[in-house]
């Protein structure tokens, strides 16, 4: 006979639920707290996000002209509007160590390092430093079942690049283990869920394909926890479970769409096998796979590469857009290439959005889930016809659990670092530095008393 799993058991201070080889992490919910080994109610832990989008934007449509909290969304950030108080708009911040090398790669390899980029063909990486992410999760290690989460959507892209003579691997990573050592980001979502629910990193020769969905392994044991959580905890479990299975489907429709040929002239942008066609649905379901890492407490620290550096990604499937990004980036001042780069730049802000909106309708402790973290988002140059690596576009949603007062663009007048930003970020997440890169200090005036 089998035994009913007391709400004890089954919310251990991890709270999984677990079936044939698998662990679904559960939310953050009412209902433990406090009941391990009667420890006090705890608040929501922190976390943090650094979201990446190549080849710089448009300034003149990103840019606010008002600092301050009295201040109009440009048209890049317009579909920041439903979520306008939880974000931080930050200019004027600059990567010194960027200014010399190549167009891209210099750049991009060090936006989470902030610091020099070594020239290399490939045999001697050296982004200047460990990334303030993996900062973060080497200082959270052991407190969740995954240090952290490294995503993107295109492979990396290997040679040297014979205009400027770096290696192109460059432009494929900003997660950084040391400067040496970049961290594999992985591109499957189904292989990114596996790695939630089923352990294992992306080379682990443990890792397996799940068979049947996640939730027909456990959902015995979680009707049984169910029916033993107050009202408003079972509520919040109900739309976890669903939340879950929506994203599954999801996963299945997107691995059973059948897929275009490779375009031969879009540089590292042909998917493998097991990515999904269809681009956006790709960078949604990336996405999705933050929010429910973060909303089980898997891991506390994500990046996203949205593509790589020099992507050449078509965006053809964007109204008013016939193009690649890249190219599309040099628009040499013409008006019909920066039409589109502008509406290119958007849809990347859209999906920061969308991520952000998702985060705060998800009840967590006495606010939600966008309360307890911190969205990075932004690229490691402003206009991508000039390779300016000063006066980045950068934005940064959230609570951080309430050390952030956003709905306010933080003018700065340049010079001021990058890696201010990171620091400040990298202390509110425990870090005990006082320095990080090229940092001056934490940059101020991220909360209202700042």
Request: overall charge negative; aromatic content about 6%.
């Amino acid at each position: 006979m089998r035994i009913l799993p007391s709400v004890d058991a089954a919310l251990s201070r991890r709270g999984f639920l677990r079936g044939a080889g698998v662990a679904l992490s559960l939310p953050w919910l009412t209902s433990w707290q406090g009941r391990v080994a009667g420890a006090a109610a705890s608040a929501p832990p922190r976390r943090v996000a650094f979201l990446y989008f190549p080849n710089g934007a448009p300034m003149k449509h990103w840019v606010p002209e008002a600092a301050g909290a009295d201040f109009t969304l440009p048209f890049a950030l317009e579909p920041l509007a439903p979520v306008r108080d939880r974000v931080l708009v930050i200019s004027g911040l600059d990567k010194k160590h960027s200014r010399r090398g190549d167009g891209h790669y210099a750049k991009t390899a060090n936006f989470l390092t902030g610091m020099p980029v070594t020239k290399t063909t490939g045999a001697e990486l050296s982004s200047g430093g460990v990334s303030v992410d993996q900062l973060i999760a080497q200082s959270l290690r052991g407190q969740t079942p995954l240090p952290s989460l490294e995503l993107s959507t295109e492979p990396v892209v290997s040679g040297v690049d014979s205009n400027v003579g770096f290696t192109r691997l460059y432009g494929g990573h900003i997660s950084w283990e040391s400067a040496n050592r970049p961290v594999a980001r992985e591109l499957d979502p189904r292989l990114v869920w596996e790695r939630i629910f089923a352990g294992g990193g992306p080379s682990d020769p443990r890792r397996r394909r799940l068979r049947g969905n996640l939730l027909d392994h456990v959902l015995e044991e979680a009707r049984d926890v169910r029916r033993q959580l107050a009202r408003d905890d079972r509520h919040k479990m109900e739309e976890f479970l669903d939340a879950v299975r929506a994203v599954e489907q999801r996963l299945d429709h997107a691995a059973a769409a059948d897929r275009p040929p490779p375009d031969p002239a879009a540089l590292g942008t042909s998917p493998p096998a097991g990515i999904p066609a269809d681009p956006a649905e790709h960078v949604a379901l990336m996405l999705d796979m933050i929010e429910i890492a973060f909303r089980t407490d898997s891991t506390r620290v994500a990046t996203f590469m949205f593509a790589n550096d020099v992507s050449g990604r078509n965006f053809s499937f964007l109204d008013g857009v016939s193009g690649g990004h890249h190219e599309l980036s040099h628009h040499e001042g013409k008006e019909e290439k920066i039409e589109q780069y502008k509406r290119i730049t958007r849809w990347h802000v859209e999906q920061f959005a969308r991520l952000a909106t998702r985060l705060a309708a998800i009840p967590e402790g006495e606010g939600s889930l966008l309360d307890a973290t911190m969205l990075f988002c932004g690229s490691s140059m402003s206009d991508g016809n000039a390779h300016d690596p000063d006066n980045l576009p950068i934005l940064l949603a959230g609570g951080g659990g309430g050390t952030l007062a956003g709905g306010r663009h933080l003018k700065h007048d340049g010079e001021r670092p990058l890696c201010d930003l990171h620091l400040a970020i990298a202390q509110r997440m425990g870090v005990t530095a006082e320095s990080f890169g090229d940092s001056t200090g934490p940059l101020p005036s991220l909360d209202a008393n700042g």
